[in-house]
């Protein structure tokens, strides 16, 4: 896989130079009073970046040019422990003068099928289009042990080709549902970047960026951005195999 690969000590370190490279894209779009569209992840690993937005980027970030989509959210409330929203609400906007009018969540406690097409009429509506689809300007995603990316599960990788921008998946083993970004849509975005920590994530990892069987059944494999391959934020552990 053709990809730029940052790799640092920490997962806190990697956390930081990807905020930095966040403050400079908004700062970039401020400059020409541009709205930066940005689709979060949820998991462990972006709540470490929340975190340090919320703690050390509260000023210098302009967040009123920032608007706030969702790559995926499981099929709950957001009051509940699993939520995607939930989550980022209370590591990072609780924190940051972002206004509600920017922050467009998707609504884990409605009917899955009629809100991933609600979210696909939204992003059409909220989003600049390109060649006929909505484009984001920055994509931040994470990656599973098992190689899922967004809700794109290995079990299910047509996903990564579906037509619809958003859809209905479920988890191979809990059975929950989820509502995700499909690949059409996270691989037409300006920006792709991986934030990626931790020993258990090595393995997988190193099939994918080196292209080693089994790399073609995990969903990460398939993503890059628009014109240029992902970038991937590393901490050492993760890297370990590279
Ligand atoms: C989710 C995700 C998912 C996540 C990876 C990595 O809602 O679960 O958006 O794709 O990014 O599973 O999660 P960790 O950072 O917790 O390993």
Redesign the pocket.
Known sequence: MNSNIHIYNTPQDSASALAEFILALAKEKNKHSLPFNIAL???????LLFTLLSEEYADSIPWHFVRLFW????CVPPTHADS?FGMTYESLLKNVPIHDNNIFRMIGEDDPEKEAKRYQNLLETQLPMKNGMPQFDLIL?????DG?????FPDNLSLLHSESTVEVAVHPLSGQK?I?LTGSIINHAEKVVF????L??APVLYQIIHQKSPFEKYPASYIHSFSNPADFYLDKEAAKEL
């Open positions: 992840s949820g998991g462990s690993t972006p709540k790559v995926d959210e499981r995607n995603l994470g990656m599973g042990d899922h990316t967004a809700s794109i989820r995700t934030l990626i920590t931790g258990t994530k």
